[in-house]
């Protein structure tokens, strides 16, 4: 059962990697959109990275979590506690960072009732896209929380996997 929970635990933390990796390698390419593409490809990753997300991290951490508890040994234990720890620190970046710019590109975007829940955006003013000195701040402190947050999961993924490699040692 063990061995179970270490793999379920690498598979959502890798899939959480994942996501926001592919986030930040596309960072360089979404940087030379002009304004108008790059709303309509920012759109785009709401259906398939909320739900992926929601999965692959509060997965992730529950399932880490749960593997600091049952581990062993003071060594293994820090590691998957410095693994949970930036599994956290992911969290806390996206919601005070990532989910803030999410609300605003998604004023005026028709969503489904458990989209308009997570996203808040229920009753929101409907303003028209901001103008274009405030759009490239809001894109760059999107695109910086998704490479902090990539940098943040491979950090967790590392920490998880050195402590599941030297436990078998």
């Known amino acids: 059962m063990y061995v179970f929970l270490e793999v379920l635990t690498v598979v ?12 930040a390698l596309e960072l360089p390419g979404k940087l ?32 880490t979590f749960a593997l600091m508890l049952t581990s062993s040994g003071a060594l293994h234990v820090w590691l998957i506690a410095g693994a949970l720890i930036a ?9 005070f960072m990532t989910q803030p710019v999410n ?9 489904n009732a458990p989209a308009k ?10 303003a028209p ?17 998704h490479v902090i947050r990539a940098a943040l999961a491979m950090l ?5 996997t050195t402590a599941i490699a030297i436990q078998g040692t």
């Open 129 to 145: 896209l901001p103008p274009a000195q405030e759009w490239t701040a809001l894109r760059n402190r999107w695109e910086l929380s």
């Open 12 to 23: 959502l933390v890798a899939g959480a990697m994942a996501m926001a990796l592919a986030h």
């Open 32 to 63: 030379l959109l002009g304004r108008q593409e790059y709303f309509v490809v920012q759109r785009i990753y709401y259906p398939g990275f909320t739900i992926g997300g929601g999965i692959a991290e509060i997965g992730g951490i529950l399932a």
């Open 87 to 95: 599994l956290l620190a992911m969290q806390f970046v996206f919601w």
């Open 103 to 111: 609300k605003h590109w998604l004023q005026d975007v028709e969503l």
């Open 117 to 126: 829940r997570f996203f808040a955006t229920e009753g929101s003013d409907g």
């Open 156 to 160: 967790s993924l590392i920490l998880l």
